[in-house]
């Protein structure tokens, strides 16, 4: 599929535009200037073609921003990968140092440029978009993202420009497996994708809360094909002040929401604190497969039985649901991070995983007999008949004469007797009685 790279400097409106393309609020838009960091990616349809879009962070040099040198990384990179660039300038400014610049960068890419000029909201303001022809890069096309003017013109001549391509694999990724790395801030969880990727494909510095996006990207290797996603670091609600980190923990709560398996990223020196729990907890309630990984193993003091101790003091916290594998590594020097990769895609089997309703019989139905219901007052719980329910998540139907007397402890009961017969590590379980 073609590739679309929007590019300019900081605050000229370029997430605006791309959560227009492909029809979603999936960037966050502020009028902070230097809000978006990484690269975002998504895809556009417009009149029968369909292509990717790529959303990059503005453009800078010289600056006071900590990330401007990671984020040209990251729009050189763009702009190498792409096969149209969509260069967005701003009227009201005119032409800065910085679009000088850029569009210096972009004529000597040799890459078909396609120039938009944001913010002519008014018929005033299309007389101040003229400048822009001094770039030398071709037509200057003036739109309004924030309200959709000239966008259809503008999309018009992106799709005259791209490569001519089919676009039958629009969907192509649509039913991989989703894998999201979640954490609180500054735990290694862009550092773990880059090490995956074997790429800087994330922006990482020792600063709290980089990453303010969740970014998808594709993973094909080591025989394991999944979409890999990271996301921001979640903090307490009180610790949260600007507008922008609450967007950035709703963005990786939505990523929560939408994955098969979580990666739940620790700190090894401070072990599993509160807000861990909490976002352990998000992921058991939305009922998601979850590898917890213990990062910075390499800084702690350790001795022969270190490791089992703290995996033990782990499983305590996380009951009643301790069924989880537990991968120490150290991101840093690359230790086990192929182990994090095994044990995701062996939950995700599990949490895949459709047992035939004859095996349940077979083997849920002697249990039951053997160990039945407590009875209530004076009325015994008879269970005939056990089936899997289509449903992503593991969650099984037990039906019997009187649902409602059945209790809390019994429920838990079967759950563990479902885990010894059956391989269901690193993943929520839900158990139902129903009249049958």
């Known amino acids: 599929m073609s590739l679309v790279a929007i590019v300019g400097r900081p605050n000229v409106g370029k997430s605006t535009l791309f959560n227009r393309l492909v029809g979603m609020r999936q960037a966050i838009v502020d009028e902070t200037a230097g809000v978006t960091r990484d690269r975002h990616y998504g895809k556009c349809e417009w009149c029968g073609t369909v292509f990717s879009v790529v959303d990059t962070g503005g453009y800078t040099s010289n600056s006071d921003d900590v990330f401007e040198g990671e984020i040209r990384k990251q729009v050189l990179a763009a702009i190498e990968e792409a096969d149209l660039i969509l260069f967005m300038t701003e009227a009201g400014t005119g032409i800065t140092d910085y679009d000088a610049e850029i569009a210096d960068i972009l004529r000597r890419s040799g890459k078909p440029v396609v120039l938009a000029v944001n913010k002519v909201d008014t018929g005033a303001k299309m007389y101040d978009s003229f400048q822009f022809y001094s770039l030398g890069l071709g037509e200057v096309w003036s739109i309004s993202s924030a309200n959709g003017g000239g966008t259809g ?62 970014i998808a990207t594709y993973y094909n290797k080591f025989g394991h094909e999944f979409m890999l996603v990271d996301t921001a670091g979640m903090r307490k609600k009180s610790k949260v002040h600007e507008d922008l980190e609450f967007y950035s923990v709703m963005r990786s ?48 003091e350790k001795d022969s039985n270190t490791m089992k101790r703290y995996e033990e003091a782990l499983k305590s916290r996380l009951a009643p649901f301790s069924d989880v594998p537990i991968i120490f590594t150290s991101v840093l020097r690359k230790q086990r991070i192929l182990d994090v990769l095994n044990a995701a895609a062996d939950v995700y089997g599990n949490y895949s995983r459709k047992i035939p309703t004859s095996q349940l019989n077979e083997e849920m139905l002697p249990v039951v007999g053997e160990y039945p219901p407590p009875a209530w007052k004076g009325k015994y719980v008879k269970i005939k008949f056990v089936t899997q329910l289509p449903t992503r998540s593991p969650k099984f139907a037990f039906f019997c004469n009187l649902p409602q007397y059945v209790k809390e402890p019994y429920r838990r009961f079967i759950e563990n007797k479902m885990r010894e017969k059956f391989d269901f590590k690193g993943c929520p379980m839900q158990i139902f009685f129903r009249q049958k």
């Open 153 to 214: 013109d503008l999309l018009d001549e992106i799709v005259r420009k791209l490569p001519d391509e089919s676009s039958e694999d629009m969907d192509e990724h649509q039913e991989l497996p989703r894998i999201t790395i979640v954490g609180r801030p500054n735990v290694g969880k862009s550092s773990l994708t880059n090490a995956l990727l074997g790429s800087e494909r994330n922006i990482v510095t020792p600063v709290a809360g980089t990453t303010r996006d969740s």
């Open 253 to 300: 709560i939505r990523a929560i929401e939408h994955s098969d398996i979580c990666i739940l990223m620790i700190d090894a020196q401070t072990g599993l604190e509160a807000q861990d729990m909490s976002i352990f907890n998000l992921i058991v309630r939305n009922q998601k497969g979850c590898v917890i990984v213990v990062n910075k193993w390499d800084l702690v």
